[in-house]
């Protein structure tokens, strides 16, 4: 089984690239399933209803989020019926850790968690979070999307459930590492990277950012506009051996 794993989508001008993108690499990978980190599509924080309807129209079976999962308010009147996950450790009433996809008679658990170095948000700790959930979650492939800031504490979670789920993906810096490795028959890289505009900062305007850091000043950021686009994630492919391909393509409108 092949699934294309796609990094934080920034932007609904993305969703323009996206199409593009998912066919050329369907197509090269005979790709399965498309899953996605969606918490940065609408205006950079967030996802809307709309957005979220292109995402699913685009054939991305599932979304995992972060930090940002509620930027948006209205995804509280839709998240308990969608295809998403929000991170397991916020402790909230609203949507579900995790989810179990069907395909070809195989149950794939995709675990949102969300790491709590450098993040300014109440959380449970990620990996008793996780302990409980390796209890609760049956399932022929595991996925996890660890949201973090600290490479270390991704790479320390890791390697503590190494052997025990079948992959780990960083998201949450917007830049893709070149870490990608099995161990344990587990995949991991710490950072899936990106899908936006590729010349801005994180997929926001640059110079708003650079105007940030000389000024001191924190004026409310946008989404970089531009031609050219960036898609970042990797592939996952399950067997007997698991194997992770990285996956860094350049798109132009």
Do not use: W
Request: include cysteine; glycine fraction near 8%; aromatic fraction near 10%.
């Amino acid at each position: 089984m092949k699934i294309l794993y796609l990094g934080d989508i920034v932007g609904e001008n993305t969703l323009d690239v996206l199409p593009y993108a998912i066919e050329d690499i369907k197509k090269e990978y005979k790709i399965n399933m498309v899953l996605a980190n969606a918490e940065n599509v609408t205006q950079g924080k967030g996802l809307s209803l709309k957005h979220y309807k292109q995402l699913k129209n685009l054939g991305i079976t599932a979304m995992s989020m972060g930090n940002h999962t509620f930027s948006k308010s209205e995804i509280k009147e839709y998240i308990n019926d969608s295809s998403i996950v929000r991170p397991a450790n916020i402790n909230t009433n609203y949507g579900k850790g995790y989810m179990i996809i069907n395909y070809n008679g195989k149950k794939i658990a995709l675990i949102n968690l969300m790491g709590r170095v450098f993040i300014n948000q109440p959380l449970d700790c990620p990996f008793k979070t996780m302990d409980n959930l390796l209890n609760e979650v049956k399932a022929d492939y595991i996925i996890v999307d660890f949201h973090g800031e600290a490479t270390s504490e991704k790479k320390a979670f890791f390697y503590d459930f190494a052997g025990k789920v079948d992959a780990i993906v960083g998201t949450h810096t917007h830049v893709q590492t070149s870490d990608e490795e099995v161990y344990k028959n587990t995949c991991y890289i710490t950072d899936l990277g990106m899908c936006g505009v590729k010349e801005s900062i994180l997929g926001d305007d640059k110079d708003m950012i650079i105007d940030r850091f000389r000024s001191g000043v924190f004026d409310k950021l946008k989404v970089a506009s531009g031609k050219e686009y960036i898609i970042n994630g990797v592939i996952l492919d399950f067997n007997d051996v698991n194997n992770i391909i990285r996956i860094n393509l350049k798109y132009k409108l």
